[in-house]
Structures are given as structure tokens and as C-alpha cells.
């Protein structure tokens, strides 16, 4: 379509502006090759000018670009192949470079592999190993004619290219001086100082989805997805790895790491497993994280299958995303972060220091949420620019000092730009009490233009409606729901359409005056690591808005074992 599009235009418009021999996908408009599909000046047509409020895209002059485009400065473009707005607007490559992934690359020539072979989902490797060389030369090396390097999940399931046994490179960092080797043989993985000598073997992608479908999703090939919803989950586990380059991983597929709770819905939905440890993106601890272990949908959350292992620990994980492409938040936000293989938002500096509770409420004054450590974590990974070094805030639950409201939050800091950016105990990540000073940046999740409000919910639904047009919405039970443990409560919600509200949920919905508090406590679909890994509940009576989220008025740890409180369900329409 886009090829008869440019054909008949260009013929009409070349009448009125010489012979100039444009491309096939633009036209001449006046002497200047134009692509009409996303100019402003020429939309659809040489002559069809958008308004000063309207973008172009698609050739349709608009209020705003198609969801897997983003508006530059009125020209609705793909960031991920726009070779003038590569990963970010105004990036452009240099001449004779494509834009692949949000990246400038030269195309890649398979004629320049070894040998090449092609494995199960159509990308072709080196048959056999280059020589060892530092990570930086390998990288160089293949990216010099448009290869690159594999995953540590590519690796796990390319037995099909071989089976050698020697340890290789992959793109996966480790931290900021290391970076994750794997083997064929068996995907095991390891590391390796990015200035030692490594074997490794050059990769010609194939061409991938726009969201997080098809060869991004790890399984067998052509049923690499397992759905459950609105949400695609990786079919099979991903190779061991650290939190912080799982989180790496994820993201760069156009996913995140599984939350626990995501991951839970995803098991009573019929998510299959392989009675392994899967880490998932939750901080549990100041330096923990949340593991989930199942083999059946039958899972029940116990102590049993629940752990804590240290951010540092190789685990298995499973990555998780909606399935369809998602258009950035429309919302104008100061400052914005536009994250290049993720549609999530953030801020490019740093707001001023408050109190945990007051950084709260002012993202939500802005349209946003403070962000949980695993999505700040990716943002950084991801290019989040202007580190100061301070200690920012999340929104997850992490520890206690023993003292009456001395709960902890996750923070972490960064200086600069920190792609290689993992999550190091009292060095990157650590944790503050709430009633502390802490600088802090928000999130902004992409908006489900066709989302509805829930036909019903439990005593009714209690709206909050965060600023912006189109308004971030969510809507909650208005009153609690009957005591269920928290895999039942997980179903029930999910079977009405809904998540099981977590901490931060029920924290900013009570700070606008969620009514009906019990003076019980009410799961949360949050765990964290007190003397065990816990569930977080929390608890108010009537409407409180001065609700804080502190230890022992308003939250507490309750066993991760099978013990039924009350809870709540949110909808939304954030694709989070």
C-alpha cells in the first residue's frame, strides 16, 4: 500500500515540480522528495497540510500518531526503523544506515558469517567461533557488518547451531566492568571481565515484531508466546541470569521481567512450569528479590515456593508484556524520557527531595506513579539520562530497623547515563526510611484508548482519575471482598477483569479517600522478605486520606503461606 501510495503521488506531483527522481517510498512536492505518509506539510498528498494542533501519520493528518509511532515535532514516526529518528527524535543515521531495534547499523550481510547456519527462528549465526578477543573488539566486529552479538537466552536455545561447549560472549551485561558468557552446549552462563579474551560467534537477526510477540517471547519455535489475556509471558524459562541483566534481557525484547505478581496470574491461567526458581522483578529486600516456583496451575502462594534470592544469584526468569504494540502516554510530561525499546515514560532530571508519601502523591498529581525499583531499574538500562548520584525512591517495601515507622523503600542512584547499570547492595540500590527526604523521578504507563470502567465491582466502584487527557484511570472494589488467600484472590480478580491491588495502589487510592477501610488488614499483591518472604497488607478504617503506608498503623508483613485476608480489586487502563 505504501509503495502505490508513493508511486501515484509521485506522478502527480512530479507535474508541477520537474523530474526529480525521488525514492520509490516518497514524492516529489515542489522540487523536494517527501515521504507523505508522516510530513506535517504534505500528508497523504503534496498539497494536504495538517493543522498546528494535528500530527501526520499513516498519511492521515490526526490529533495524535498511531500507537507504534511516536509524534517528533509533528511527524508521526517509527523509532524503532526511522532511520531519522532512530531509538529517539532527531537521531538520524548516517547515510546508507538502517535503523534497526532503535539502533543505526549498517545492514547485515550474511555473506560475511562463517559459514553461516540458520537456527530455528530464522537467525543466522556463525558456524564456527571467531577468535578471543575482548568484548568491546567482538561487539565491534560484528556490528561492522550489520551482525551483532547473541543473548544469553539466543545462546540457551541454539543447540540447533551447534553444541560446542565453549563459553561465548553475549550482548547481556553483567555490570558495569563485566559481561555474561554462555554456552551452546547446555545455555549455561558465567562471567567474564569485558577486557579478557572470549571466543565468540556473530548473529544476523531475523526480522522481529514491533511488541512483544513471535521470536521475542522465548519457546519453542512458533509457539515462543504463551497468552493469558491482554498479556503475552515468555513459554519457556530464559537462561540464568543476575536481576539486574534479566531486567536487561526483558527489556530488550520489548518486555519487562515478570513481576511476581504478573507471573501469578499467569500460572492460574494455565502458564506451564518447570518446578524451577524463577526470579522475578519484585525487590524484596534491600538486597533480595522474589522467586516463584510452580509446575501447575494449581500453585498456591506458601513459604514453600516463594523465596528471596539475593540480587546477585543466577536464577532462571520469564519475561512479560502486552501483546499488542503500545503507543507511548499522550500526555504532555515535563521533562520526558522516552524510553528506545520500551513504551514507558520517566522524567529527565530529578525531582526535589520529600517524603516518601509526598513524592506519591505529586506523581500522581502529574499523571504518573512512582516507579517499583525493577521499571526505574529498566529505565536506567534503558538510557534514563542525568543521574545525580542521589538516592531516589521506589515504590517497593524493602525493610525495618525495628523501630515504629521505620518501614523502608527501595532507592537507588546512578551517575550520568548507566546502560550497564545493576543492582548493587549500598552501592546502587539500597533503602531509606519513609518519613526520610529522598529525591525521586515518576513513570508513565502508555493509556488503553478503548478501555471501559468495569460494569461492576465489589460495593460499588471507587474511581481515581489521575490528571491528564486522556486521564490514567483506575477503579477499585469499594468495599473488601471476603477473605481468600492470595492465589484465590489473584483469580477472582483476573476472572473480573482486574489485577489484585498492590501496595502502591491501595496507597494512592486511599490518600484520595478510598472509603470502607475495615481497621483489617487486606492482602496486596506485593511480597517482601520479613523474616521470611511475606505478603504486604495493609489497612485503614473509613476514609483516611492521611493513609502514609507506615509500620505498624497502616502495613504490615502477613506469611506467604495459605492464610485468607480481604483484599480489593483494581482495573485500569494503563498498560502497565
Known sequence: MRFALAWVFLTACGASSGTLDCPVEQASCNGTCVDLTNNPSHCGSCTNACTADQVCGSSVCSSSCPSDQMDCSGTCADLTHDPNNCGACGKVCDSGDTCVASECQIPCDPTKLNAAVTDGYGNQWDSTERAASTYDAAKTTCSGFGARLPTATEILRGSSVSTAATALWTA??????????????????????????????????AAVPKSFTGKHCNGDPGAE??????????????????HSSALWECANDRAHLAEASTLIEGIKAGLPGTNTEIATADSAAF??????????NTFEASNGNIRAPMFTDSKAFRCAAPKAVLAQNPNNISNQFVAPNLPQKSETADSVAAT???AHDTCVVRGGHLPRAGELAELIEQGLPNGSGAKLWTSDEVGYNGQTDAFYAETLNWTGTDPRFSFNYMATADGMPKQASAAYRCIYYPLDAAYTAPPTCNGGCYLVSLNGTPAPTMWFDATERAAATYAAATATCTAAGAHLASERDLTEAARSGLPNGSGSFVLTSD???????????????????????????YVGPVSASLQARPFRCMWTNEQR
Open 527 to 553: 511480597f517482601s522478605n520479613f523474616g521470611g518472604p511475606s505478603v504486604m497488607a495493609v489497612k485503614w478504617t473509613g476514609t483516611d486520606a492521611m493513609f502514609s503506608d507506615q509500620y505498624p498503623t
Open 172 to 205: 547481556v551485561p553483567a555490570d558495569t566492568t563485566n559481561q555474561v558468557t554462555a554456552k551452546l552446549s547446555d545455555g549455561s552462563t558465567n562471567t567474564s571481565s569485558i577486557t579478557s579474551s572470549v571466543a565468540y560467534r556473530c548473529v544476523c537477526g
Open 287 to 296: 538486597q533480595a528479590t522474589i522467586s516463584v516456583q510452580w509446575q501447575a
Open 356 to 358: 516518601w508519601a509526598t
Open 225 to 242: 508466546c504463551y497468552t493469558a489475556g491482554a498479556l503475552n509471558f515468555d513459554a519457556k524459562d530464559r537462561a540464568q541470569l543476575r
